[in-house]
């Protein structure tokens, strides 16, 4: 059997957090996961899998208040043990509130979703749109309706601020990487294969996007795995056109081939993405091909 035992870190953070929960819920018994990173909540028939990735990732942000973090986290549970403990149906695909995460598609895309028209959207430049979706284990995530969340306890304001809290978190690795002096003028941030796109969400990471640009940034999201971020200066933007649309044409998981820019407010087309292109009567000429 494989070794599933947890560093001695998030070892001592999981006995912290199992304290906690167990002073607060006394009527209910808590485990550590017997694999993965989370504790478990049993009461009778009722049973709860909790994670505890995206609040081991908030409490070490610089500048996190620890206690404040912890306790949020733990009044958090209260409604999915509520659920549980009522038996209501569907608790089983009830989010988990430290999983939900900003995905970021096409609007072509989502459209083909059974349940598109149940998610909770973000309407974003060149046709991208984000919905609310739940990160599970194994690379692997699902969207997430405005039904679900109300089984777990959550509001669709509450699941919006779920879904910005968390992707701030998830993506944070950002800070480290645009510090660094860029390569060849441009930054790429890959750090997670399906939801690295969903940069283009975080206001901190567009605001200092824009500061290292002096005030605007080029941005291409070839793939929802990739973000790449350039100055804005120069022959950049043709560059980085050509860039954004060769990485489109090999992503794993296609997104927007087209050149994004920030001015560290907002997301929008770059200005050289509206230029008419030659129209087909052009190609004709060359050919030599009369009009019909």
């Known amino acids: 059997m494989a070794e599933t035992r947890l560093d001695p870190g998030r070892q001592q953070f999981v006995e912290r957090i199992l304290a906690q929960l167990r002073s607060r819920y006394p009527s209910w018994e808590f485990r550590e996961h017997e694999q993965g990173f989370g504790v478990t909540a049993l009461k009778d028939h009722a049973r709860v899998a909790i994670s505890l990735t995206t609040l081991h990732q908030a409490v070490q942000r610089e500048g996190a208040v620890v206690p404040q973090e912890i306790l949020r986290f733990v009044q958090a549970v209260a409604p999915r043990l509520s659920s549980a403990e009522a038996g209501e149906g569907g608790l089983a695909d009830a989010p988990q509130p430290d999983t939900i995460v900003w995905c970021v598609r096409t609007r072509k895309v989502i459209n083909r979703y059974p349940r598109a028209q149940e998610l909770l959207t973000r309407e974003m430049a060149a046709g991208l749109t984000a919905f609310v979706a739940e990160a599970l284990p194994g690379e692997i995530m699902r969207g997430v309706s405005r039904d679900e969340a109300a089984r777990g306890g959550l509001s669709p304001e509450a699941l919006l601020e779920a879904a910005d809290r968390n992707t701030a978190v998830r993506l944070q690795g950002w800070r480290e990487l645009l510090a660094a002096p860029p390569t060849h003028g441009r930054w790429l941030f890959t750090q997670d294969s399906l939801f690295s796109s969903s940069l283009l969400l975080v206001p901190e990471f567009l605001q200092a996007a824009a500061a290292r640009g ?73 050919l030599g091909l009369r009009e019909r």
């Open 214 to 286: 002096r005030g605007s940034a080029l941005l291409l999201a070839p793939d929802r795995g990739v973000v790449v971020v350039g100055l804005d200066e120069g022959e950049n933007a043709p560059q980085m056109r050509h860039i954004g649309r060769r990485l489109y044409g090999r992503a794993t998981s296609p997104l927007c081939p087209q050149l994004l820019a920030s001015d560290g407010q907002s997301v929008f087309l770059h200005p050289s993405e509206t230029v008419p292109r030659r129209p087909w009567a052009g190609w004709r000429q060359v």
